[in-house]
């Protein structure tokens, strides 16, 4: 059959709550036009994230009982160490209570002032981490990675030349070189076996250890094995292997390809590192064989870790976006090429060409997209990413608006009302309005917004709005967002 159905039964069902545009537009105000601010039993469609919000299977839910928690020692500890090993066989599996923890402990050894990490694109808790503890993280994508539009089989690819080019320069200064696969804050877009492994070789041969950020490892396994040559007959465990073979660590959110609400863990090699890594943990999230973690956690992740793996999952999940970012295509709503495994990335600054970088395109697209139809979704771009350490802003490399589809949560008639209220946005042309973020952190900006600043900016033939530009500065403090960033 040529349809690609979702491969589960829908055991448990969750209401969700309808709110008319009327409401959803108080709501905004009242969130300061934040939407990490709004509450979540406001949003019909959810999809800010993919981190934590997957729909846990029945055999998830069944090893939760078997959580033992035990302070030390626990059998949970050892099932979960088993099944990380069966895939990425490192020598040192540290569990942490999310991926971002993985990647604080890690940075907190190896990121020191005047040090240079480059990947092919830290994500903005990855930037975080390193730039908080003093270094430079630097992004060496490849450079049809930066454009939205073109179809290339390896968006997320770093750029080796560069690479090679940066640790001849900055060699000293550089404690590790990382790759994130897939690539999420560059469109979700994968990196090929071959790049990984000429990454890794290159690091080798300059002294330096191979870290993989590897959230999305089976997501990235699933477009090796269909896109790169030479690959199509391997199973998805096999390529996984391939891919973590002679890399030194990684990190991990458990919250992503291993269908676990919470979790992680950082794995490494090095002996060394590792006791450092262990000292910190302790110090920050709890003993060696829980890391911060419930036992029924580390069951669940377990679990989680056998089932990502299912080829026939990989095909619906991958398959979900496509049809997505398709349809969007068919309407003239452009979208990041071609589409990625867990998100759908729509291309804000080329659809509201008329908002500079500057005033926050992809916020704008986003607010609006909520206004219309209830849908939440999250700006990956100048906002995100904020300023840089001296304080100065640039425009992002790209300005994008991403759907994260959370996992075996919604149906083809969620992602079919999802194209409609594109269609309903872009015809309606009130997408919201310029925005300017006040008083903001520099690192993770959406969750530390003082203020926002409308301005309307809406273009000439925009319909019977009258050309004027409308200013307004909104009164009163939003809420204290003092929760960290959501999105690793």
């Not at 599996?93 to 990121?111: D, K, M, N, Y």
């Not at 089989?153 to 940066?166: H, V, W």
């Not at 076996?193 to 070789?201: E, F, K, M, S, V």
Request: with cysteine.
């Amino acid at each position: 059959m040529k349809t690609i159905i979702e491969p589960f039964r829908i055991k448990s069902v969750e209401p969700i709550r309808f709110t008319t545009v009327e409401e959803r537009r108080a709501l905004l105000r009242e969130a300061h036009y934040n939407l990490f601010a709004l509450h979540s039993d406001d949003v019909l469609i959810d999809l800010l994230t993919d981190s934590g919000t997957a729909a846990m299977s029945a055999a998830q839910w069944g090893a939760v009982m078997n959580g033992d928690e035990s302070y030390a020692g626990s059998p949970s500890f050892f099932r979960f160490e088993a099944a990380v090993r069966d895939l990425m066989p490192f020598k040192h599996v540290i569990p942490t209570h999310q991926g971002r923890a993985a990647e604080a402990i890690l940075f907190s050894i190896l990121a020191k002032p005047g040090r240079k990490i480059p990947s092919n694109t830290h994500f903005d808790t990855t930037r975080g981490n390193i730039e908080g503890n003093g270094a430079e993280a630097h992004d060496l994508l490849i450079p049809e990675g930066r454009q939205p539009g073109l179809v290339h089989p390896f968006k997320g690819n770093m750029d080796l030349d560069a690479l090679e080019a940066f640790l001849r320069r900055h060699g000293e200064a550089v404690p590790c070189v990382m790759i994130t696969v897939t690539n999420n804050a560059g469109g979700g877009q994968p990196v090929s076996l071959a790049n990984i492994h000429g990454a890794r070789d290159i690091a080798h041969r300059h002294g330096k250890p191979f870290i993989i950020d590897g959230c999305r490892f089976a997501e990235n396994a699933w477009f090796i094995k269909t896109r790169e040559p030479g690959q199509a007959g391997r199973g998805i465990k096999d390529i996984v292997r391939d891919m973590f073979d002679g890399a030194d660590g990684m990190t991990m959110s458990a919250k992503k390809d291993a269908f676990a609400n919470i979790g992680g863990w950082l794995a490494l090699n090095d002996d060394e590192l590792a006791t450092q890594a262990r000292t910190r943990l302790i110090q920050t999230e709890g003993f060696p064989t829980y890391g911060g973690l419930a036992g029924r956690d580390l069951e669940a992740i377990a679990q989680g870790l056998t089932e990502i793996v299912d080829e026939h999952y990989l095909a619906y999940r991958v398959r979900t976006n496509e049809y997505v970012s398709e349809r969007l295509g068919a309407l003239g709503i452009p979208v990041v090429k071609p589409a990625g495994g867990h998100a759908v990335f729509v291309d804000a600054r080329a659809w509201l060409s008329h908002i500079p970088p500057l005033s926050y395109p992809g916020q704008a697209v986003a607010v609006g997209l909520y206004e219309v139809a209830g849908i939440r979704a999250c700006e990956i771009g100048t906002v995100m990413f904020g300023r840089s350490p001296d304080g100065s802003e640039r425009p992002a490399a790209m300005d994008l608006v991403r759907l994260a589809m959370p996992r075996r949560v919604y149906t083809q008639s969620h992602a079919d009302y999802i194209v409609e209220a594109f269609g309903e946005e872009g015809r309606d042309r009130r997408l919201p309005h310029r925005l300017a973020t006040a008083d903001d952190a520099p690192l993770h900006r959406p969750l530390r917004a003082a203020g926002v600043r409308m301005q309307d900016t809406r273009p000439a033939h925009a319909g019977r709005v009258p050309r004027r530009q409308i200013r307004r500065q909104l009164i009163g403090k939003p809420k204290q967002l003092i929760s960290s960033f959501l999105l690793y």
